[in-house]
């Protein structure tokens, strides 16, 4: 493909990803009102940590209120957060379709390995990043507890919708995003860049580093959040490094087994390598009879 035909796919896929992700709007701003069968409503999730009977002394009472329900501060306050939260929600929902407009985008310059490696990366970072954000919605609550209780009886809580639900989200991206460093450990060490030695050698650095991260990132400024989310870190990272172990002890045995460290500096490499053409065919075979578009006569090209 020409430069121009290059520009004019990126502009057909981009335009299919904002479509998906507005169709994903548009269901997240109904589901924000409306429950799902046994699934609640999308409005009701966000505030529900905010809801729960142990905060309910310190939440502020009004005359003929029923239930319990956030401020509205601002004229279109409650529109706005309905369509961030409905944007939010449904673009994590269909994330499989407008991810895939720009994977098929990407992919045909890749060759069939790097497409199995960004696969299971792409695929461990959305388990990982929705166990984070689970993990989130999970802390929350207590979070917001201590929070508020801090103030004991001198003080009454009325929080205002635009704050929680930017408090909500901040707190499900973070923990998501924190969960993607040990996967990222994982790929460094893959691609040779650490080793198992040296994070045997830094854990303990690395370690103390994680629970400064998780007193940073964390919005809030409850232990409760902070000493899950390093907690959490700790026993990811922990797993990475074992993973990386079991990785460089294979490595060591493949490179004992085809005599690569008996090997003089000086000396190639004994890889097993045959050369391919740009269409992946083998110089040895014959191209397919379907395929007489693409031959490529070897002897020229030699």
């Known amino acids: 493909?020409?430069?121009?035909?290059?520009?004019?796919?990126?502009r057909h896929r981009l335009g299919m990803a904002m479509l998906i992700i507005a169709i994903g709007a548009i269901f997240g701003w109904i589901w924000f009102g409306v429950?799902?069968?046994?699934?609640?409503?999308?409005?009701?999730?966000?505030?529900?940590?905010?809801?729960?009977?142990?905060?309910?002394?310190?939440r502020v009472k009004f005359d003929g209120e029923i239930g319990c329900r956030l401020l509205q501060t601002e004229p279109f306050e409650s529109f706005m957060i309905r369509l961030q939260v409905g944007t939010a929600a449904g673009a994590v929902l269909l994330s499989p379709f407008w991810l895939y407009?720009?994977?098929?985008?990407?992919?045909?310059?890749?060759?069939?390995?790097?497409?199995?490696?960004?696969?299971?990366?792409?695929?461990?970072?959305?388990?990982?990043?929705?166990?984070?954000?689970?993990?989130?919605?999970?802390?929350?609550p207590e979070g917001l507890q201590v929070?508020?209780?801090?103030?004991?009886?001198?003080?009454?809580?009325?929080?205002?919708?635009?704050?929680?639900?930017?408090?909500?989200?901040?707190?499900?991206?973070?923990?998501?995003?924190?969960f993607e460093l040990p996967l990222i450990v994982v790929m460094l060490n893959r691609a040779g860049v650490i080793t198992y030695e040296k994070l045997h050698k830094w854990r303990r650095g690395l370690l103390m580093g994680l629970f400064v991260f998780?007193?940073?990132?964390?919005?809030?400024?409850?232990p409760i959040s902070m000493v899950v989310l390093a907690l959490a870190l700790g026993l990811l990272f922990e797993m990475a490094i074992q993973i990386a172990r079991v990785h460089d002890k294979r490595k060591a045995k493949l490179r004992a087994a085809e005599g690569w460290d008996a090997l003089d500096?000086?000396?190639?490499?004994?890889?097993?390598?045959?050369?391919?053409?740009?269409?992946?065919?083998?110089p040895g075979e014959k191209p397919a009879a379907s395929d007489t578009s693409k031959r490529v006569n070897y002897d020229d090209a030699t």
Request: with cysteine; proline share 7%.
């Open 147 to 178: 929070l508020i209780s801090f103030g004991g009886d001198d003080f009454i809580t009325a929080l205002t919708g635009g704050k929680y639900v930017s408090f909500i989200i901040t707190m499900l991206f973070i923990f998501g995003v924190s």
């Open 101 to 140: 407009q720009f994977w098929a985008f990407i992919t045909p310059g890749l060759y069939t390995k790097e497409r199995t490696f960004a696969r299971t990366f792409v695929f461990f970072a959305a388990i990982l990043f929705a166990a984070g954000a689970v993990l989130a919605y999970l802390v929350v």
């Open 214 to 222: 998780a007193a940073i990132a964390t919005p809030g400024t409850d």
């Open 35 to 58: 429950k799902l069968g046994p699934i609640p409503s999308l409005g009701d999730i966000m505030t529900a940590p905010y809801c729960q009977p142990d905060l309910e002394p310190y």
């Open 1 to 10: 493909m020409s430069l121009k035909e290059h520009l004019y796919e990126l």
């Open 265 to 282: 500096d000086d000396e190639a490499a004994p890889f097993d390598y045959v050369p391919s053409d740009a269409e992946g065919n083998d």
